[in-house]
Nanobody
Framework: QVQLVESGGGLVQAGGSLRLSCAAS????????LGWFRQAPGKERDFVAA????????KYSDSVKGRFTISRDNAKNTVDLQMNSLKPEDTAVYYC?????????????????WGQGTQVTVSS
């Protein structure tokens, strides 16, 4: 139904920045809430950031608040994650996710669609 493809991951030094992008293949993109999650080897998938259908409401995990910014462009069917002041502990595979709802969703179990993920590695 909905396909999501992440891009923009890579290797960056601590203190640097990366911008992740997720493209969706749906004609009703603006009806979906979106989120970014990350998973390090041997650990659970954690919430990073989320945004509602119109882009007017956002939520962030405490660990990234003030450093990361989530945004969406409904005309382009994309959701981005701007990551600044990166730390080694930010190293993980980052996933975008979508669910058709009017609210902001932070629980990964409530999302229906997931991308393949993109690797972010922060060196020190």
């Amino acid at each position: 139904q909905v396909q999501l493809v992440e891009s923009g991951g890579g290797l960056v030094q601590a203190g640097g920045s990366l911008r992740l992008s997720c493209a969706a293949s749906t004609l009703t993109f603006s009806t979906y809430a979106l989120g970014w999650f990350r998973q390090a080897p041997g650990k659970e998938r954690d919430f990073v950031a989320a945004i509602n259908w119109s882009g007017t409401r956002t939520k962030y995990s405490d660990s990234v608040k003030g450093r990361f910014t989530i945004s969406r462009d409904n005309a382009k069917n994309t959701v981005d994650l701007q990551m600044n002041s990166l730390k080694p502990e930010d190293t993980a595979v980052y996933y975008c996710a979508a669910v058709r709802t009017v609210v902001v969703v932070t629980d990964p179990h409530e999302y229906n669609y997931w991308g393949q993920g993109t690797q972010v590695t922060v060196s020190s």
